[in-house]
């Protein structure tokens, strides 16, 4: 039943967020285990590629 | 007779029967609508808890330098800081000041921009320039002189009023409605670079009708009360370098964030760990142990001679008088 697991599932109240920043220059936060099935597109992003980004100058 | 009553008793018991199917009918669909109801309120919160379920996809930074697509409804804004409280300053910045006595010259640009922007009209100047001469065999060298921020200031400790106080970023400052005007900080701050109003400021209307500012340190002055060099945190809040230092037309005055290891005169920028090993900085009276925020560097290698900063050298007069008619 689609129930079933819900109250298992469920943990702390307290969720653990990471900052990340958005593209313009803001500050977010996402769930850390959201985050974690997040994909991946860039590992290690270059100074260039950052700025490349963020819609600055390169 | 007997059939009428076998009629009657017929359709009594098509009306149960089609009662029971309604029954039947309202259960089955109670039913569904509540499997499909917990099946909806199951996904909203698989979607609270961020399991994969379709959407709109954002890129965003991680801190350690990746970039990821996260689903947009997993992302949470982060609410803007308020403004900066005066008493506890701007959070996670150490401000400094780098003074490189090789570079001045006494041309008290400086001097005239601080007084004209923080509308000093008392007999003395936040900022002094002072002729120095270590010893007959040294030649004398120009020194600009402005409130040292010690992170162990001695005024903060004498004040029994507690209207001069360290903030978190460094800066001291002075909240002229507090102060009280004992002068104990003039007489434990070992710079001298305390100033007192003795006499009712003589700024614009509309400067001396503003309410205090702590921002803004010593604007509008207030006759019987102290007031000192700043930092500028009204220009620091705007992103801008303080007045002296955009002042300077030699680039004397270095600023920065200690927590950055970087400062700057608007022109050059420098690290300060380098800068200060590299031009062997140093800070007034280290000895005391009040831990300045102002560093110097010694004047070797001079730019200019010191004979010429003598035209504008007047030793008790820092504050240009406006001629009244």
Known sequence: MPWVGVAAGRKSEEAEYETLLTA????????????????VVNKHMSNKNLLSWLGKKK | MAREKEIARSDNASDKNKQRRAFIDKSMKLGLAAVAGTFGVTRLIESAEGKAIPGESVELMTTDGKLVKVDQRSVEKIPEAEHVNPREGFAHRKFVMVIDLARCKNARKCQSSCNKNHYITGPNAWLKVYKMQNSEEESPYWQPT?????????????????????????????????????????AACPYSTRVFNWGEPDQPEEIAALPNDLDYGGVPAEKGTVDKCDFCPHMIDKGKLPHCVTACPNGVFFFGDQYEDTVTNGDETYRLSELLEEK??????????????????????????????????????????????
Do not use: W
């Open chain 2, 146 to 186: 402005t409130c040292q921020h010690c992170d162990k200031p001695p005024c903060v400790k004498v004040c029994p009023v507690d209207a001069t106080f360290k903030r978190r970023d460094g800066i001291v400052l002075i909240d002229n409605d507090r102060c009280i005007g004992c002068r104990f900080c003039m």
């Open chain 1, 24 to 39: 313009d220059g803001k500050l977010v936060k996402v769930k850390k285990d959201h985050l974690s099935r997040a994909e």
């Open chain 2, 280 to 325: 062997s900085g140093y800070r007034l009276m280290e000895e005391l142990g009040t831990k300045p925020s102002v560093y110097y560097l010694p004047p070797k290698d001079r730019l200019q001679e010191f004979e010429k900063g003598l035209d504008n050298y007047d030793e008790f007069n820092s504050v240009e008088k406006e001629e009244k008619s």
